[in-house]
């Protein structure tokens, strides 16, 4: 099993940015497909990036594209996620998570992942 640690949530004004990172503690991710979800309270949680580990092809959900980036670095073993222009609809716990599969099946889909962070605190005032 995988640990993952994110950090770099906090409390920003919209249009402020901020930088996500999440490490793997007992696992390398080179090769293995990544992901970005949110939830919001009262809301279920929905997909933000993902990354393919092997093509490197990306994915974003409607609402963050243009605006947050994902992207990694296996020397590093950390997978980030480069959120600007950040808006209040934004404020959500962030959570990390890795497919272990040689391919996600559904690279927006929780059930297509194995592992997950324990999350980090993104809030954004008005």
């Known amino acids: 099993q995988a640990q993952l640690v994110e950090t770099g949530g906090g409390l920003v004004q919209a249009g402020d940015s901020l930088s996500l990172s999440c490490v793997a503690t007992t696992r390398v991710f080179r090769n293995y497909d990544m992901a970005w979800f949110r939830q919001a309270p009262g809301k279920e949680r929905e997909f933000v990036a993902g990354?393919?580990?092997?093509?490197?092809?990306?994915y974003y959900a409607d609402s963050v594209k243009g605006r947050f980036t994902i992207s990694r670095d296996n020397d590093k073993n950390t997978v980030y996620l480069q959120l600007e222009r950040l808006k209040p609809e934004d404020t959500a716990v962030y959570y990390c998570a890795v497919s272990l599969r040689p391919y996600a099946p559904v690279v927006f889909a929780t059930t297509s992942y194995d592992s997950w962070g324990q999350g980090t605190q993104v809030t954004v005032s008005s």
């Open positions: 990354l393919r580990g092997r093509t490197t092809n990306t």
